[in-house]
């Protein structure tokens, strides 16, 4: 998409501001006499004799405040176009991050659903399956993460704590699959112990789908309102 530099209001300051520069150096170095005969009119009027100088000052407090003006339209259209390069780039990125959380959220909700009926016999063969499904998992990078902060900080955030609890579990497993010299008791109350993480990541991971797919139907009604107004009210 073709950026622009120069909207249309600031192509009108800068307009405004070049005549206002026209107009006072023709008053300071009169050459044309309609223009002339214009200001001597308004000093004759005012009391004053002293036309260029009035006219100077007029004109240098006018290009100060144009100036200024500009400055601050450019600053805003800046900040704008920002938001819209942030925009883009983190829908980009919610598109491809999306059925990652929620296939990371189905297998924390596995992983709890199985921890709720193992047993000592069983604690080693499951925590050995689901450390081969986690490390299998595709996850959000963190590159990918500061993108969404730029316009979604809030689902970034909730994101960056499903991953960490999420991190935390696959530490318990990355234990319990190496060799081991604790009792099969040990190794059910380690891998039970993970629930309270798995809960957490699931939560968060399954609250931050949620809020990605609500954010880009947000920005798909703001990119084609026409849309929205054709499917109604419901």
Known sequence: MKEKFLSWGTLLCLAVL??????????????VPAIRWFFVTCAVVLGRLDVPA???????????GAAIAIASW?????RTASHVRNLAAARVVAVSVQPMLDVAAFTCQSMLETLSTVTEHDAATVAKFFHSV????????EDQLLRLVLAFPEIAETI???LSAQKRVGHVLDVLVTPYEGSQTEQLRNLLG??????TAHDNLKKAHGLLAQALCSLD??????RRAAAGPF
Do not use: D, M, Y
């Open 18 to 31: 070049t005549c206002l520069l026209l107009v006072h150096a023709l008053a300071i170095f009169p050459g």
């Open 54 to 64: 009035w006219v100077q000052a007029v004109g240098s407090v006018a290009a100060i």
């Open 134 to 141: 986690f490390a299998r998992l595709n996850l959000p990078s």
């Open 74 to 78: 450019q600053r805003s259209e800046e």
């Open 160 to 162: 960056a704590t499903g």
């Open 194 to 199: 993970s629930e309270f993480n798995l809960k």
């Open 221 to 226: 009604a703001q990119a084609h309102p026409h």
